[in-house]
Structures are given as C-alpha cells and as structure tokens.
C-alpha cells in the first residue's frame, strides 16, 4: 500500500482509508490506493465532504475550493497525496 510520492505518503493513505472506513462503516469494498471513490467505493457529496472535513481536521490543513481538490477524489491515493501535499507541516 506505499506509494513513491513521499516519505509520509504510507501513512497518510492508511490513516485515510481508516477514515473511509469510519465513514463508510458498512461497506463491503475493499480499500485501496486505486479505488475510485465514486464508483468502486459509493461515495456522494455528503460522503465527500464528510472525507474531506475529517482529513482537514486530522491532518490540519483547510483545502478551500480549488480545482485540485475536486482532482484529489478520484481515487483514494490521488486523495492521499492531496493530503500528504497540503497537511500542516
């Protein structure tokens, strides 16, 4: 589940999928760095910014309404690098 992106990037996708989990508690889908978040994993804008909220809040950073970010949930390791890109240093 590592990724070449960074050094932190590993844990930052195991934290995020915890959280997609937490989100997503009944899901049956396997979570990994190529899943699609909409159409592998369900998700919808309510579960979108449920993700993108609790990874703000976890990792300290706030995302604003950039283009990147709609980019950054195409799949959950697109999203973790977006993460591991903009957390509080």
Wanted: aromatic share 8%; charged share 30%; with cysteine.
């Amino acid at each position: 589940m590592k990724s070449e992106v960074g050094k932190d990037i590993g844990s930052v996708l195991e934290q995020i999928t915890d959280l997609i989990y937490e989100i997503l508690p009944d899901s049956e889908c396997m979570v990994t760095e190529e899943a699609r978040l909409f159409e592998d994993l369900g998700f919808d804008s309510v579960t979108t910014m449920q993700l993108l909220v609790a990874a703000e809040e976890k990792f300290g950073f706030d995302s604003g309404d950039s283009e990147e970010s709609l980019q950054a949930f195409e799949t959950v390791g697109a999203f973790a690098e977006f993460v591991e890109k903009n957390k509080s240093r």
